[in-house]
């Protein structure tokens, strides 16, 4: 029995191969999501206990972690695990970084805050997901900010709880270059802030769309994965790997 991890385009493609390979599995994510494939759907947050006891429990074999690049603490916990389980990283392609005077690279919220301070960028618009917005509290604190986030009620929850202002919420995904440049337009924002998210995050689009604009954008790098890991980014290495 294989245990994957998803809630991502990375995790669809994932339950679409073992699918047509007719291979049983569970498909986990964190929220109840709308799910179509043939194995078994779960949810839930787990713990390294909960993974385990889930193991073996349920006699699983191989572990396919197709979550989002940023799930940091998914994919501690899975790297924890005691069990001699193989792991599968399957991952999202990544462009290589991009060098130009107006776009920056940083490790941490905390480098982006000071980033922003010693440049004095006073109006940012934050393209990092709902779940940045107390991390960035003690810059839209001060300074007029905006948040992209998706267009749902838990997100709406977790924005509110923090009180950031509704009226700079913006809903939706991310665009092709062209809506992008006319987002930003509209905002017209000193500095951009995303994440780097991969070419389905389509970061390449809003850095593209940034400096049309020569407006400067930071890009939070993606988290380094434990190398417990056997990563791959193509169908056909997780097809052999799995039959």
Not at 72 to 96: G, N, V
Not at 117 to 134: E, K, P, R
Not at 218 to 239: F, G
């Amino acid at each position: 029995m294989i245990l994957v991890f998803g809630g991502t385009t990375e995790g669809k493609q994932v339950a679409k191969i073992l699918d047509k390979l007719d291979l049983s599995y569970y498909y986990s994510t964190k929220t109840q999501v709308d799910y179509t494939g043939q194995g078994t759907p779960i949810f839930g947050e787990m713990t390294s206990t909960l993974l385990e006891s889930f193991c073996l429990t349920n006699n699983i074999t191989i572990i396919i972690n197709a979550s989002h690049p940023f799930a940091i603490q998914l994919h501690q916990t899975i790297a924890k695990l005691s069990l001699p389980i193989p792991l599968i990283r399957y991952q999202r392609k990544f462009s290589t970084r991009v060098s130009h005077r107006l776009v920056s690279h940083i490790d941490s919220f905390e480098e982006a805050i000071n980033l922003f301070h010693t440049n004095n960028y006073q109006s940012l618009l934050a393209l990092s997901g709902v779940q940045t917005i107390i991390k960035l509290k003690s810059y839209w604190k001060t300074h007029p900010t905006w948040f992209r986030i998706l267009d749902r009620d838990s997100s709406r929850a977790i924005a509110l709880e923090v009180n950031f202002p509704k009226t700079h919420l913006l809903f939706g995904y991310p665009q092709s270059k062209k809506e992008e440049i006319k987002l930003f337009e509209k905002i017209a924002p000193d500095v951009i802030l995303t994440k780097e998210s991969g070419n389905n995050g389509k970061l390449e689009e809003k850095i593209q769309a940034a400096l049309h604009l020569k407006t400067p954008i930071v890009i939070l790098k993606k988290p380094e994965i434990s190398n417990r890991y056997l990563c791959i980014d193509t169908t056909d290495e997780l097809t052999k790997l799995v039959t």
